[in-house]
């Protein structure tokens, strides 16, 4: 595939630009074109926070094609702190010491290579927040 | 609208049918259809397929499989929706004997998934999810649905244990299927302890990957009876689609659109879900199937563990639930599946279900999901 795909996406992948609909408060990510909610077509760009909650994740060992080399790794869904939802990869965390809703902090990490002469694909991890014992941080 | 009856049913097992073309495939279940109805002349074709361009470099479906059943220049149609292709199909060659359009269709569904990769397939698979913010993460399909096991397990306090035994009733049914892709028993033991694929989900939790084709007949009501004496009417058919994204769901315990189809479909065959003698739900993996039955009204959110801890979806319990087998044990072959539910039903509802008959079906149901929950689409079938 050609990097038009991935040049375009950069905003997102690297800043968490989302967008959002100042009548009724809601906030997409990815960005839009129009409100789900109320219809409404002038959304305004947004920033995501980089913080918050594990909802739920899973270990992935039996990965789709272009993933085989980075198996098992965790993916998530992850609520920030303006509780906006978001899919990521959770990184610097062990599956077996992870648990629902431990606090996370986004992290730009390498996502994938495609092969020798593609492009390598950057993007949003989040990662555990470790408290001063180095166990992952859980304010409730 | 025009009723419709299903008047043919036509299936090949599912299987991995290395000596079978795509095209071989198909034409085998609609010819086990056609002589099943006693050969109407056929008007126009419908085939759900997913992705035959991916999974077998081959687009242009329908003229190709039209002109492999002799229709000459007969309309034909490939119907895309993912994983809910084959429904899709029957939906749209529904309305059109409803709208008196044509009279006799032949619906089908094929898919050829064997001449790939696991991690082919799995990459095949996860193209029905958004490209760019869920499977460039590298989720799974088996991902999402284990994401959503997790909360489930942690909501209402379930352990695998309980969708271990939903995968052992499926393999049960499964060998009383000769259609059924795992014809066999396997032990809780089994079901429980396999290789973890997208954790909490395990191998044994996942439908399998298959070959398989499967297509009916249909055509008005008023016409079905020169054909066959166990007619089978769709009484009720609806589709409903979900966000795209998984992750703006507001619930991620509920299947929205197989509550609102589910409902709409109940609404047009002027049933409620306790008149449903027998169903087929997708439960391409055990979670769904157990989402399924909650979110289709058979029983309570959260209580979907119990009704199979309770045997109550056994072919001899209150709502007995995949008789074939389900995606699990029958198979998945992707843009085949809908059909092969609806063919089932169709078989239960005539009395011709064989060793895994469900006594007395008058009313059933096949509910068929695509991504995971992003459209569901029901179906509604009486005995005439
Ligand atoms: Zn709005």
């Not at chain 1, 990490?109 to 992952?136: Q, S």
Request: aromatic letters at 8%; hydrophobic letters at 40%.
């Amino acid at each position: 595939m050609l990097p038009s795909n991935l040049w375009r996406e950069i905003p997102q992948r690297y800043r968490l630009e989302a967008v959002f609909c100042p009548k009724c408060s809601t906030t997409y990510f990815p960005p839009r074109e129009l409100c789900t909610e109320c219809g409404s077509r002038e959304l305004e760009k947004k920033k995501l926070p980089t913080k918050g909650k594990l909802v739920t994740y899973t270990v992935i060992h039996t990965p789709p094609k272009g993933f085989e080399l980075y198996t098992p790794y965790i993916v998530g869904l992850v609520r920030l702190e303006d509780g906006t939802h978001i899919t990521a990869q959770i990184t610097d965390a062990d599956p077996n010491k992870l648990d629902l809703d431990v606090d996370v902090e986004a992290v730009i990490r390498k996502v994938k290579e495609n092969g020798r002469e593609g492009p390598i694909y950057y993007g949003y991890k989040f990662r555990p927040i470790l408290n001063a014992n180095g166990a992952p941080e859980r304010k409730c | 609208m025009r009723k419709v009856a299903v008047i043919g049913v036509g299936m090949v097992k599912v299987d991995h049918h290395w000596k079978e073309s795509l095209r071989s495939l198909f034409t085998k279940a609609a010819i086990n259809a056609l002589e099943d109805a006693g050969n109407p002349d056929v008007e126009a074709l419908y085939v759900g397929n997913m992705s035959a361009g991916q999974f077998n470099k081959q687009e242009n479906l329908a003229p190709m499989l039209a002109d492999a059943l002799g229709l000459g220049s007969k309309p034909s149609l490939r119907v895309e929706e993912g994983c809910s292709s084959g429904a899709a199909a029957l939906y749209m060659a529904l309305k059109d004997v409803a709208s008196g359009m044509h009279d006799f269709v032949l619906v089908g569904g094929v898919e050829k998934m064997m001449d790939t990769t696991t991690s082919d397939a799995t990459f095949i698979i996860s193209t029905v999810t958004d490209q760019e913010y869920e499977a460039f993460t590298g989720l799974s399909l088996a991902g999402i649905n284990a994401m959503v096991m997790r909360l489930y397990m942690k909501k209402f306090g379930v352990k695998r244990e309980s969708f271990a035994k939903f995968v052992v009733q499926m393999h049960e049914n499964a060998s009383k299927n000769p259609y059924a892709q795992f014809p066999f028993k396997i032990s809780l033991d089994k079901a429980l302890n396999s290789a973890p694929v997208a954790e909490p989900i395990h191998l044994m939790d996942c439908a399998p990957i298959g070959d398989g084709a499967a297509a009916l007949i249909i055509c008005p009501a008023e016409k079905a009876k020169e054909f066959t004496s166990d007619q089978v009417d769709i009484v009720g058919a609806w589709k409903a689609n979900d966000t795209f994204l998984f992750h703006m769901r507001k619930d991620f315990l509920s299947l929205k659109a197989t509550i609102e189809a589910s409902r709409n479909a109940y609404d047009m065959a002027n049933i409620t879900p306790e008149d449903v003698d027998v169903a087929e739900v997708h439960d391409s993996f055990s979670i769904a199937g157990i989402l399924a039955i909650e979110d289709l009204g058979f029983v309570r959110k959260g209580e979907g563990w119990m009704a199979v801890e309770e045997g109550l979806i056994s072919l001899d319990g209150e709502i007995p639930i995949n008789p074939s087998g389900g995606l699990k044990a029958r198979g998945h072959p992707i843009g085949a599946t809908g059909i092969y539910q609806a063919a089932e039903i169709v078989l239960q509802l005539r009395g011709d279900a064989g060793k895994r008959q469900v006594p007395d079906a008058r009313i059933g149901l096949s509910h068929n999901t695509s991504g995971f929950g992003t459209s569901a689409i029901v179906h509604v079938f009486k005995a005439k």
